[in-house]
């Protein structure tokens, strides 16, 4: 026995041994095997260039310590074998070596949101132990290798979601162990394949975005364990499969943005568990099946844009006591609004819709009682008759209410006037009646009111001009009469004016000129009298004005020739003389100018505008003559001025100076870039290519839920052109949203087409515009969310400083996102508002351009093409701008100039030290060259000069540095562009 036991402890003992030493040996072996192959990978996932500061790894992984230390890389624990490579936001560029599938043990890879460009190699699909693969947010292409799809055995979870992947999915899908598949936005052609269904252990399908075809193949409904399935903005086709009902484990359902025909079958009813169904914008026809209504966990129903029919079940609140998000609007839903009284029972109710339906019947008093949480309530294009409930003053916390397009009766409660939370007041198109109480001016959040098109008499009350933040005031075709009051002309946010066809009487006082931002003025069909004023011609924003129809008289002031930015003026019907400005041919953007029946006379004048019929009318006037093309009478010989000579003047005025201001643009930019570009010639060689992916949109609810309902937590900043919300999305990834003030609805599809492309600008130094949210009412850009924030939180901080090499970084930086935009992108981009807080830093502090092509989003909801409303900023506007009316790159080259000036002497362009006679330019350039020291920040003083004492000329070396940046600010701001 002793024996044995002996024995046995030694051959334990021997068996040990021997497994120890082949351990070794293998480690040995193998663990260079794993360095090579880490080595490949970070030799070419670093290939795409970038300063070492971007490449952690570059610095990182060296072969001086063992590469189990390396960051990002995690080792087996018993042996010196790489299982894990976490480099998510690593900042890489370069390609994905396929030596990476000679590190045998791995099993998970993370390389989210990188800039990996390339395809991804076949090699992968041979790591036998890898579980989790995460190629997400990438710059991948080419298709997907057939490999990773039917030879993977222990793959858990693949995400190659948001890259540039193309071609079909593999016919054959092959994984037993596969519980999510995510390849959403990217380019994916072809049908779905009906194979996916023998993955048994799927949980989660992603595939939005994509461009996939075909119907949704019925046998998904094999897949019992599946939790999530987005299908969503793809091209399917045909009717949801009725197997899809017995996926009854389903919590989350998206087939919005497809073609999808036919019925909601009646299976989805055994859905029980979904709380997210999202069919918005298919053909989808019939009534909803009475079982759906009862999926009693549901948050979010959402069937926008569909062509359901059918009544909504009184008790719908009851039986969905979760609901969060009630979207049905655009279908042909009828019957009572009862199941608005019901949805009292829903404490989480958010956002209500219902518009464009077939509604009718009155509104239930009892929707006074609905969640707190409301902020949206939007019923409007229905036919909901009576009046509006009194009890409204419980909706405390609305933000939104539109009952407009309706047939609503009777006057407003004065309840609604305490919604002071509102922002958003749509009552337009009913047969309301009564007065505007004086209450209106509590209501300080509203930015957009519109109460046209209803029976409303008596005044505009003088609190109106409380509404500090108004932006959109539309009062038109009503009975109001008296004349406008003068608070009204203290709105100096405001974009649009519209109180056309109702009785309003009186001159326009001098203070309409304060309404500085202007866009839109419509003042036509009213009893306004006594001239027009020579100040209109201040109103440098504006694109439209309606003053037609009226009593005006005098003679229409030279000023009007002013405003560079119009696009339509009417001054018909009215009983305007003397001769047509001398000015008018410089409103080169106007495509409507009406002057008739009035009682003009005189030589008509020369220029563009006056040659083109289609453009122009004249008729009714009392004696206009010259204009042979418009077919009026020459005029008399001793009228006729000295064209040719003025035609002469124009050339001089107008090419000379575009043509100089190229050629200054290029002197400037060659300056620059020869003084910088030494230092970073390999930088500018490794720009991505543009992206040609366009990411989805993502849902309002999306951005509601991420932001937490634009909670003022959330805010980041705001500015003219909208707020900025720092929110998550549900896969974590920290976004900014940019919520637009836009002023015009339904420009939906040319602001979606703008952010198209803007979608696929893509360079390291501009904000990556991740994607957009828009829908009739709401406009959102998506970005990449920067943790450094701003510049100019940076640069004036009481508590962190930059340094020269840092402010010189950026500005090189912002340098090449510039030079990107303007020469070699496809479309020109012009910035337009090029300031230190649209320079946004990412974690490495490198400079990220934010607000590019704002400018031109703006503009699409002006119908216009070439002037601005209200982007630009006093102090960095070039001097020309305004004066020309159009917005060049010239113009960006001065304010990329100011911020270098800004930068070295940290005071900004709008301190009070400055005035019109002394500005930031004239105050450097006063100092340079001689006294460049005094003026300079003192912070880079204390900071750079304490490192340089150490050289003998330090100091002098410091100068010159400083004196080259401030040369190179001075050129890009000389006052003429040429
Ligand atoms: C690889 O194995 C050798 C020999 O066992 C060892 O000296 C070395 O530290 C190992 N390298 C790493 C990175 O673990
Ligand atoms: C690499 O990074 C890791 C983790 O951050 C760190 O522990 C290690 O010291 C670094 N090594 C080098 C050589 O910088
Ligand atoms: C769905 O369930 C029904 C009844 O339980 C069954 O007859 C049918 O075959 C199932 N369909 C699929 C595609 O699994």
């Not at 461009?211 to 998904?220: A, F, I, M, N, W």
């Not at 609604?416 to 047969?431: A, T």
């Not at 340094?803 to 070699?824: A, E, F, K, P």
């Not at 002098?956 to 040429?978: E, F």
């Amino acid at each position: 026995m002793a024996f044995l036991f002996a024995c046995n402890k030694c051959l334990l003992f021997l068996v040990v041994l021997l497994h120890a030493s082949a351990a070794i040996a293998a480690a040995a072996l193998d663990n260079s095997t794993d360095l090579a192959s880490l080595l490949a990978f970070k030799v070419a996932s670093t290939s795409g260039g970038g300063a070492a500061s971007d490449n952690i790894i570059a610095a990182n992984w060296t072969t001086d310590a063992p590469f189990c230390t390396w960051v990002g890389v995690r080792c087996s624990r018993r042996r010196p074998r790489v299982v894990s490579l976490n480099l998510d936001s690593f900042s890489l560029q370069g390609t994905i070596s396929p030596h990476l599938s000679n590190l045998s043990f791995l099993s998970s890879v993370d390389l989210h949101n990188n800039s990996l460009s390339g395809t991804i190699p076949d090699a992968l699909g041979r790591l036998p132990r890898l579980a989790t693969l995460r190629l997400s947010r990438n710059l991948l292409s080419g298709p997907i290798p057939p490999s990773i799809f039917n030879n993977m055995s222990s793959l858990v979870s693949i995400d190659l979601s948001y890259n540039n992947l193309s071609v079909s999915l593999p016919a054959l899908v092959l994984l037993p162990r596969i519980e999510y598949i995510s390849i959403t936005d990217n380019w994916l052609t072809g049908h779905i394949p009906a194979d996916l269904a023998r993955c048994s252990t799927l949980l989660g399908i992603y595939l939005g975005g994509n461009k996939l075809t075909g119907r949704v193949p019925s046998s998904l409904g094999n897949l019992s364990k599946l939790v999530n399935l987005d299908l969503g903005e793809n091209q399917l086709t045909r009717a949801i499969p009725t197997s899809i009902g017995n996926l009854t484990k389903l919590q989350y359902l998206c087939l919005s943005f497809n073609h999808l025909k036919g019925e909601i079958p009646m299976e989805m009813g055994n859905l029980v568990n979904l709380q997210e169904l999202h069919l918005h914008d298919n053909g989808i026809v019939g009534s909803i099946p009475i079982s759906l209504w009862n999926a009693s966990k549901m948050t979010v129903l959402e069937v926008s844009i569909n062509n359901l029919t059918g009544p909504v079940p009184a008790t719908l609140g009851k039986s969905m006591p979760f609901l969060q998000w009630l979207l049905m609007a655009e279908n042909a839903l009828s019957g009572g609004l009862d199941f608005i009284a019901s949805l009292a029972n829903c404490r989480d109710l958010n956002y209500l819709g219902v518009m464009y339906n077939q509604f009718e019947g009155v509104l239930p008093d009892a929707y006074g009682n609905l969640s707190m949480n409301l902020h949206y309530f939007h019923v409007f294009d229905n036919h909901i008759s009576k009046k509006i409930p009194a009890r409204l003053e419980n909706l405390s916390n609305l933000i939104s209410l539109d009952l407009s397009s309706n047939e609503l009766r009777g006057t407003i409660p004065r309840t609604l006037w305490r919604l002071n939370k509102l922002q958003v007041m749509y009552l337009g198109s009913n047969r309301l009646t009564g007065s505007i109480s004086s209450d209106i001016g509590l209501m300080t959040n509203l930015a957009t009111i519109s109460i046209a098109d209803n029976e409303f008499s008596g005044q505009i009350p003088d609190s109106v001009g409380n509404i500090s933040m108004l932006q959109k005031l539309d009062l038109s075709v009503n009975k109001l009469s008296s004349t406008i009051p003068l608070s009204l002309w203290s709105l100096t946010g405001l974009l649009r004016l519209d109180l056309h066809q109702n009785r309003f009487e009186g001159l326009l006082p001098p203070q309409m000129a304060k309404l500085k931002a202007i866009g839109y003025i419509d003042l036509r069909s009213n009893r306004l009298s006594g001239n027009i004023l020579s100040a209109l011609g201040g109103l440098q924003s504006i694109t439209y004005l309606d003053l037609s129809n009226n009593s005006f008289h005098g003679q229409i002031p030279q000023q009007l020739g002013r405003l560079f930015n119009v696009e339509y003026l009417n001054l018909s019907h009215n009983f305007l003389s003397g001769v047509i400005p001398k000015s008018f041919p410089n409103l080169s953007y106007v495509y409507s100018l009406d002057l008739s029946f009035n009682m003009l006379e005189g030589e008509i004048p020369e220029g563009k505008v006056f040659s083109n019929v289609s453009i122009i009318s004249l008729m009714g006037n009392r004696a206009l003559c010259g204009a042979p093309q418009l077919k009026f009478p020459p005029c008399p010989a001793n009228m006729i001025t000295t064209s040719t000579s003025s035609t002469k003047l124009r050339l001089l005025k107008y090419v000379l100076p575009s043509v100089a201001s190229i050629l200054v643009f290029l002197a400037c930019f060659s300056l620059f870039i020869n003084f910088f570009m030494r230092k970073k010639a390999k930088a500018s060689s490794k720009e991505e290519p543009p992206c040609l992916n366009y990411h989805r949109q993502i849902l309002y609810f999306e951005l509601a839920r991420a932001t937490d309902s634009f909670s003022e937590d959330n805010l980041l900043g705001s500015g003219s052109i909208g707020k900025v919300y720092k929110g998550s999305l549900d896969g974590g990834l920290l976004i900014a949203v940019k919520v637009l003030n836009l002023q015009v609805e339904g420009a939906s599809r040319s602001f979606d087409a703008e952010c198209r492309t803007l979608g696929q600008v893509r360079h390291r130094n501009l904000v990556k515009i991740i994607s957009t949210c828009s829908n009739l009412e709401f406009k959102a850009l998506v970005l990449e969310f920067m943790p450094n924030l701003s510049l100019d939180k940076w640069l004036y901080s009481q508590n962190q400083c930059l340094t020269l090499l840092q402010r010189i970084n950026i500005m090189l930086d912002v340098s090449l996102g510039l030079d990107y935009l303007h020469h070699q992108h496809p479309h020109v981009i012009v910035h337009c508002d090029l300031k230190p807080s649209n320079i946004l830093l990412d974690e490495n502090m490198v400079a990220h351009i934010s607000d590019f092509g704002i400018a031109k989003l703006m503009l699409i909801d002006n119908k216009s093409t070439t002037s601005t409303n209200n982007v630009g900023i006093v102090g960095y506007m070039a001097p020309e701008y305004g004066l020309t009316g159009g917005v060049t790159i010239k113009g960006d080259v001065y304010s990329f100039g100011i911020m270098l000036l800004e930068l070295v002497t940290r005071k900004k362009p709008v301190d009070t030290m400055f005035s019109e006679k002394l500005n930031l330019r004239q105050w450097v350039s006063n100092a340079y060259p001689t006294v460049v020291m005094e003026i300079v920040d003192n912070n880079i003083l204390r900071t750079d000069f304490t490192n340089l004492q150490q050289h003998s000329d330090g100091v002098d070396v410091l100068r010159r540095c400083l004196s080259s940046i401030i040369d190179v600010g001075l050129h890009c701001t000389k006052d003429l562009p040429n």
